[in-house]
């Protein structure tokens, strides 16, 4: 079993950075694939990074890539999503999320944080 929980989320200008935390409970933690999605109103959940458990190869969208950086320490249970150059298009609430395989699919995660709220104002 692993618990998630999301926090570093708030309101900022186009632009500007935030760095996501997650920290997990569970002896397991650093055998799961972790990942982040993110879900806009009235829009489906969507896949932003993910990172595997064990060599730290990393993931992303094609919308966050070269802005958002996906990271974890194993040692701190802490999985960290790092957000540079900020659009109005990247408001959404950002959801931690634990696994057993890297994927794009939300159905393939297993454990799911409570989602942090980011806004990004133009």
């Known amino acids: 079993q692993v618990q998630l929980v999301e926090s570093g989320g708030g309101l900022v200008q186009a632009g500007g950075s935030l760095r996501l935390s997650c920290v997990a409970s569970?002896?397991?933690?650093?055998?799961?694939?972790m990942g982040w999605f993110r879900q806009a109103p009235g829009k489906e959940r969507e896949f932003v990074a993910a990172i595997t458990w064990n060599d730290g190869r990393t993931y992303y969208a094609d919308s966050v890539t070269g802005r958002f950086t996906i990271s974890r320490d194993n040692a701190k249970n802490m999985v960290y999503l790092q957000m540079n150059s900020l659009k109005p298009e990247d408001t959404a609430v950002f959801y931690c999320?634990?696994?057993?395989?890297?994927?794009?699919?939300?159905?393939?995660?297993?454990?799911w944080g409570q989602g942090t709220q980011v806004t990004v104002s133009s």
């Open positions: 569970g002896r397991t933690f650093s055998t799961y694939a």
């Open positions: 999320t634990a696994g057993r395989m890297i994927a794009t699919a939300p159905s393939l995660y297993d454990y």
